[in-house]
T-cell receptor, first 113, second 116 residues
Framework: GESVGLHLPTLSVQEGDNSIINCAYSNSASDYFIWYKQESGKGPQFIIDIRSNMDKRQGQRVTVLLNKTVKHLSLQIAATQPGDSAVYFCAENTNQAGTALIFGKGTTLSVSS | GAVVSQHPSRVICKSGTSVKIECRSLDFQATTMFWYRQFPKQSLMLMATSNEGSKATYEQGVEKDKFLINHASLTLSTLTVTSAHPEDSSFYIC????????????FGPGTRLTVL
C-alpha cells in the first residue's frame, strides 16, 4: 500500500493568499521527497524537492518543509495565483538505485479571484 | 530541463485489441523508466520499472503478460496493453530517471486510453 498520504483532499484559497499543503509519510527509510503539480489531463510537473539532511528548502514562491521527527512534509505557496490551481502530490524515494517514487493521494488546490 | 514525450497522447480502441504506448527521453539517456497508471481522482500508481536491456520489474497485482514493457534503447520504453478491456481505461504516465544513482525523474505528458 501507499506509504505517503495527505491530510486534506481539497484546499480552497483566495488569490494572493498563502497556501499550505500537507503530506504525511510512513517510510522512515525515505530520504528524498518531491512535490509535483498536476493539471488536468497532464503529467506531473516537478515543483521542488528536499533531501532528508535538510528541513527547509525554498524556491520561487514555494517552500518545502520537512519534519522527520513526525514524518511530515509541507508545501507552502506564497501569493497564490489562479494558475496554481491543480492537484498537488508529494512523493518519496528511498534513494536506492532504480527505486521508483511513491506518490501520496493528492490535494486539489482551488484558487479563486 | 529534461523532456520526456509520450505517444499517442490519447487513444480509443475496441475491447480485445492491443495498444502500444511509447515513452521517449528526448534530450537525455535514461537507464531506468517507470510506468504509472492513474484513474480519475486518484493518485499515480506504479505499474513497473523498466531497465534498458533487461526485463521489467512489475509491481504486485500488475499482470506482466497483459502489460508488456520493452526498453530496447536508452531513450525509448514501450508499454503494450494486450487484449484491452474497458477496465484498462486509464491515464498512463511514464517517467525517466536522468542517470543511474540519481533521484531526479522527469514525467511524460501521459496517454489517455479509452477501451470501448
Amino acid at each position: 500500500g501507499e506509504s505517503v498520504g495527505l491530510h486534506l483532499p481539497t484546499l480552497s484559497v483566495q488569490e494572493g493568499d498563502n497556501s499550505i499543503i500537507n503530506c504525511a509519510y510512513s517510510n522512515s527509510a525515505s530520504d528524498y521527497f518531491i512535490w509535483y503539480k498536476q493539471e488536468s489531463g497532464k503529467g506531473p510537473q516537478f515543483i521542488i524537492d528536499i533531501r532528508s539532511n535538510m528541513d527547509k528548502r525554498q524556491g520561487q514562491r514555494v517552500t518545502v518543509l520537512l519534519n522527520k521527527t513526525v514524518k511530515h512534509l509541507s508545501l507552502q505557496i506564497a501569493a497564490t495565483q489562479p494558475g496554481d490551481s491543480a492537484v498537488y502530490f508529494c512523493a518519496e524515494n528511498t534513494n536506492q538505485a532504480g527505486t521508483a517514487l511513491i506518490f501520496g493521494k493528492g490535494t486539489t488546490l482551488s484558487v479563486s479571484s | 530541463g529534461a523532456v520526456v514525450s509520450q505517444h499517442p497522447s490519447r487513444v480509443i480502441c475496441k475491447s480485445g485489441t492491443s495498444v502500444k504506448i511509447e515513452c521517449r527521453s528526448l534530450d537525455f539517456q535514461a537507464t531506468t523508466m517507470f510506468w504509472y497508471r492513474q484513474f480519475p481522482k486518484q493518485s499515480l500508481m506504479l505499474m513497473a520499472t523498466s531497465n534498458e536491456g533487461s526485463k521489467a520489474t512489475y509491481e504486485q497485482g500488475v499482470e506482466k503478460d497483459k502489460f508488456l514493457i520493452n526498453h530496447a534503447s536508452l531513450t525509448l520504453s514501450t508499454l503494450t496493453v494486450t487484449s484491452a478491456h474497458p477496465e484498462d481505461s486509464s491515464f498512463y504516465i511514464c517517467s525517466a530517471r536522468l542517470a543511474a544513482g540519481t533521484d531526479t525523474q522527469y514525467f511524460g505528458p501521459g496517454t489517455r486510453l479509452t477501451v470501448l
